[in-house]
């Protein structure tokens, strides 16, 4: 790839994260996440127009915020030709900007107001996501390119997970990308995705696997939320789970319990005294869901109704229960990612593995997939704790790549596609 440094804005808006970021090439300069999911808890879930509101209402406050981390607030000195010109932009911006009037206003106020940073381009997220949500985002990048006259790069948000996974810091905290051999198996698990992704090369994407319900972040959230938890759900259990599993007493150490080649299939729960030998010690068993068939597909919705069944038979849940209940499940989608990530490596033959989205700040899949990559000769990429759920900085990252490579779309017309595939950007 061609060495280039650069200075990118990323914006991240597809769910309920606010986040922007600067990088100067490999050098962060800045980078804020704020996150909705207090609001949104309320109902339990992401609501789109919700996001969209708070996405209008907050993008400035953290924009000012990142120009001043980074020394880029200088105030612009006024002339009657700025001004002029000033007036020709604002009536662009307000067509830009029509449908995110409290984002106009906040903007009129500030942006003009400023000189333009050395900022020289803008990556944002075009899906997939929730599209009132996107357009936030992409409409506030189509607003800062005209005022500052630069290009932006539109991102996939899976890509972005991608390049979170292989963002590596170095002694002089500078981040870089590593080298690596192609082909890759990228799996991708988020809120609303679970893919098996092989990339034969850089930007060179086919799904080879993927869910047939529900994702497995959603999974995740829709247990937690049986538990009596709040949303989103992922951490919740995570927490519970590394409760039980760091306590003496308990057989849940780290994965696996149970053998990951197993084979009885329990449609539903079952309980001690019918279990196979080996897990005599557990209270139940959840189903492993697709693991023995012979593709690359996943489906969570039946062990979601599985612990669905088991709490509806239960009296009375008390905390233990909850752990226990917790770590099973957690278990179970353990071993079916395992099973199929492994039958992913072997049928392409890959000795890379690049592990990305919300769901791989789960301790328990990462510690099984550290082992498994061990044990298997296998290089393992797997986004840091921090940057596994939404960020800009992948945003941001993913457009210098695509940048440095010469591969930024920058003439699209850039809408938000909701349903976005990863591969839709392949070049043909
Ligand atoms: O990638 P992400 O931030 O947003 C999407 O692109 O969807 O992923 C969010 C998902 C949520 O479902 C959340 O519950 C899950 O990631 N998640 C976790 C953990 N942290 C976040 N799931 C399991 N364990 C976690 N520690
Ligand atoms: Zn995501």
Redesign the pocket.
């Known amino acids: 790839m061609e060495k280039k440094s650069a200075l990118i804005l990323g914006i991240e808006t597809?769910?309920?994260?606010t986040a922007l970021a600067l990088i100067d090439g490999k050098k962060i300069l800045a980078n804020i996440t704020l996150s909705q999911a207090k609001i949104h808890a309320q109902y339990g879930g992401v609501f789109p127009m919700l996001a969209k509101r708070e996405h209008a209402k907050n993008l400035l406050p953290i924009f000012k915020k990142i120009l001043e981390t980074a020394n880029f607030l200088i105030p612009k000195t006024k002339s009657p030709k700025s001004e002029k010109l000033q007036e020709a932009k604002s009536c662009k911006l307000k067509a830009i900007l029509e449908r995110e009037p409290e984002l106009l206003e906040q903007f009129l106020e500030f942006a003009l107001t400023i000189e333009k940073p050395t900022i020289d381009a803008i990556a944002v997220t075009k899906g997939?996501?929730l599209e009132p949500a996107l357009w936030v985002g992409i409409n506030f990048a189509k607003a800062l390119a005209t005022i500052w006259n630069i290009p932006i790069i539109p991102i996939n948000?899976?890509e972005g997970?991608i390049v979170s996974a292989l963002l590596c810091q170095n002694e002089s905290s500078k981040f870089q990308v590593p080298n690596f051999r192609f082909p890759a198996i990228a799996l991708l698990?988020?809120?609303?995705?679970t893919e098996l992704v092989l990339m034969k090369d850089w930007f060179d994407y086919e799904i080879i696997g993927a869910t047939k319900d529900d994702?497995?972040?959603?999974a995740?959230?829709k247990v937690?939320r049986i538990l009596g938890l709040p949303?989103?759900?992922?951490?919740?259990?995570?927490?519970l789970t590394e409760e039980m599993r760091t306590s003496a007493s308990t057989f849940r150490k780290t994965f696996p319990p149970i053998p990951l080649e197993w084979n009885g299939h329990a449609p539903t729960p079952v309980f001690r005294n019918v279990l196979p030998p080996f897990a005599n010690t557990r209270p139940f068993v959840f189903p492993r869901p697709m693991l023995k068939t012979n593709d690359l597909n996943f489906s969570f919705s039946g062990l979601k109704t599985a612990v669905l069944y088991l709490v509806k038979k239960m009296d009375k849940l008390n905390d233990d229960d909850k752990k226990n209940i917790a770590c099973e499940f957690?278990d179970a989608v353990t071993e079916v990612l395992i099973t199929k990530t492994k039958k992913a490596l072997a049928q392409f033959n890959a000795k890379t593995l690049i592990i990305?989205?919300?769901?791989?700040?789960?301790?328990?899949?990462r510690g099984a997939f550290e082992n498994f990559a061990k044990q298997n000769n296998i290089k393992l990429f797997i986004s840091s704790?921090e940057l596994?759920?939404?960020?800009a900085l992948m945003i941001a990252f993913a457009g210098l790549l695509r940048l440095k490579a010469g591969r930024t779309k920058t003439g699209e017309k850039i809408t938000a596609q909701g349903n976005l595939k990863i591969n839709d950007d392949n070049v043909k």
């Open positions: 597809s769910c309920d994260e997939p996501g948000h899976m997970h698990i988020s809120g609303g995705h994702a497995v972040g959603e995740f959230d937690a949303y989103p759900g992922g951490p919740q259990i995570s927490r957690e990305g989205g919300g769901v791989s700040a789960n301790k328990n899949i704790r596994a759920t939404d960020n």
